[in-house]
């Protein structure tokens, strides 16, 4: 069994960022820590669903909500990986993490991939979740500007919670719909005392994270790797060319990280969304603690 998650802030480069822990009931074990890590315009309680499955196992586990997101402060500057990473490393540090599990899901696979890049002696696995196999800079007829562009979110600030609530629940996340999903989905955004909801990342700062994505040589970093890595891909059956022209892009640098580090591991979850943490939790928790460690 796991206790209910214990919430808490960590000043970080002149910021506070929230963070969201479970522990274990039990004796304390000697398991790794795992450390989770949300995706652009997500936050901490995307994982409300995984994370006590995790602390279930015996694990210690922290997710955060990273700078401009969640209930952590949204300053107008730092959204580039090396700060991200260094701001996560403060928490990683103040909360006594040694040699966790990185986890990160979407954009938050590029912020885990290179936390294990650059602390690649002090990181026990590194898990990807829908993410962290592309290089947007090396996309055929894309510039940096047309990336931000193509990639802007939605602007939906002002739309009604119930209005909000029923596009997420006339997708495939609706067969299983329960009030702990519907709270996560509140919390995730910003619920306003109009009733309404609006992203709680500003939409500047998402463009910077873009911005970001474009510049972060994704490639190079599995080159420094030291430790068991995994993919964990959302597949679905394309509908339109822009989908299959994504599945494509992914085909091909999923084939190039392939190449750069062969030690990767590859699971595949069909007829599954983008938001694995909420669809598909008790399979994604067995996963993140399903690997191998690398032969030295």
């Known amino acids: 069994m796991s206790s209910l998650p214990a919430d808490g802030f960590?000043?970080?480069?002149?910021?506070?960022?929230?963070?969201?822990?479970?522990?274990?009931?039990?004796p304390v074990s000697n398991l790794p820590p795992i450390l989770?890590?949300?995706?652009?315009?997500?936050?901490?309680?995307?994982?409300?669903?995984?994370?006590?499955?995790?602390?279930?196992?015996?694990?210690?586990?922290?997710?955060?909500?990273?700078r401009g997101h969640g209930e952590s402060d949204k300053p107008d500057t730092g959204y580039d990986f090396a700060t991200i990473v260094d701001d996560d490393t403060t928490v990683v540090e103040a909360l006594g993490i040694q040699r966790p599990i990185a986890v990160g899901h979407s954009w938050g696979a590029g912020v885990a991939l290179q936390y294990a890049a650059t602390y690649a002696d002090q990181t026990t696995a590194l898990v990807m979740i829908d993410g962290g196999v592309n290089q947007l800079s090396l996309r055929?007829?894309?510039?940096?500007e047309q990336a931000m562009k193509d990639l802007a979110p939605p602007r939906f600030a002002g739309t009604a919670r119930d209005t909000f609530?029923?596009?997420?629940?006339?997708?495939?996340?609706?067969?299983q719909w329960t009030s702990q999903l519907e709270d996560i989905m509140l919390h995730i955004v910003q619920l306003r005392d109009d009733g309404t909801v609006a992203p709680r990342l500003d939409f500047e700062n998402h463009l910077q994270v873009i911005g970001a994505m474009w510049d972060q040589p994704t490639f190079d970093l599995y080159r420094?790797?030291?430790?068991?890595?995994?993919?964990?891909?959302?597949?679905?059956?394309?509908?339109?060319?822009?989908?299959?022209?994504?599945?494509?892009?992914?085909?091909?640098g999923l084939a190039r990280v392939q190449e750069?580090?062969?030690a990767l591991r590859v699971v595949r979850m069909a007829d599954t969304i983008h938001d694995i943490p909420l669809q598909r939790p008790a399979e994604l928790a067995e996963e993140i603690v399903n690997y191998t460690p690398l032969s030295s």
């Not at 989770?36 to 602390?55: C, E, T």
């Not at 609530?165 to 067969?175: A, E, M, T, V």
């Not at 068991?228 to 992914?250: D, H, I, N, W, Y």
Request: glycine share 8%.
């Open 165 to 175: 609530l029923s596009y997420i629940r006339s997708g495939p996340l609706g067969q």
């Open 10 to 26: 960590v000043a970080a480069n002149g910021i506070r960022l929230h963070y969201r822990r479970w522990f274990p009931t039990g």
């Open 260 to 262: 750069l580090y062969p």
């Open 36 to 66: 989770l890590l949300h995706g652009l315009a997500s936050a901490a309680r995307i994982w409300d669903l995984v994370a006590p499955l995790l602390a279930e196992r015996g694990y210690v586990v922290t997710a955060l909500d990273q």
């Open 140 to 144: 055929p007829g894309w510039s940096r």
């Open 224 to 252: 420094q790797l030291r430790c068991p890595a995994k993919v964990v891909l959302a597949e679905q059956k394309p509908t339109s060319e822009t989908q299959e022209a994504f599945l494509q892009m992914r085909l091909q």
